[in-house]
């Protein structure tokens, strides 16, 4: 009798990013998972049963690091009407450059997801609706929030190459001129 071999999920989800940052989201197949990974794509099916679910293990393993960073801010910033959105800020600018790569390929790639549309919706309907958009505080948070965003799709898609300095540079500027 055979030792019984075992896949490892987190292996597994590193093969699949590796493909998706080397070929794109139409290179991401059950196959090429398992031919980067160096097992069977039986195994690759055990591990996640479908391409979907494969997909799903790949997003939460991406945002629960950014969820991380913003627990801990969380934890120690002072209470206030916009700490969620500084903590997002907060999270934002602490994005290695390989991590904003992935995180960005795999968002572009994953879009089809109906679990990942679905949970990202629900993601920023939660942040806007913290927003008092009655006052000039709730206005500047709204902006910095977009600001965020758009800094993150431009570096993220390559339209334009922020380096480190200028990654944190922005996120400086988003806290002091939006959020302070």
């Given at each position: 009798m055979g030792r019984r071999q075992t896949i490892d999920r987190g292996d597994l989800l590193d093969a699949a990013e590796r493909v998706v940052l080397r070929e794109g989201a139409n290179g991401l197949t059950m196959d090429a998972v398992a031919k980067e990974a160096g097992v069977s794509k039986g195994g690759v099916l055990y591990a996640f049963a479908t391409?979907?679910?494969?997909?799903d293990a790949m997003m939460r393993r991406v945002t629960s690091s950014y969820d991380a960073v913003i627990e801990q801010f969380l934890a120690t910033a002072e209470a206030g009407p916009n700490v969620h959105f500084l903590a997002h800020v907060v999270a934002s600018s602490q994005e290695d450059e390989a991590t904003h790569a992935r995180a960005i390929a795999l968002m572009a790639s994953f879009v089809r997801s109906p679990n990942f549309q679905q949970e990202t919706r629900a993601y920023y309907q939660s942040l806007f609706e913290r927003l008092d958009l009655a006052g000039e505080p709730g206005?500047?948070?709204?902006l910095a929030l977009l600001a965020t965003e758009?800094?993150?799709v431009l570096r993220g898609f390559g339209f334009y190459q922020f380096n480190d300095v200028e990654w944190r540079?922005?996120?400086?500027?988003?806290?002091?001129?939006l959020l302070s």
């Open positions: 391409k979907d679910a494969l997909i206005r500047k948070a709204r758009g800094a993150f540079a922005i996120h400086e500027d988003i806290i002091a001129i």
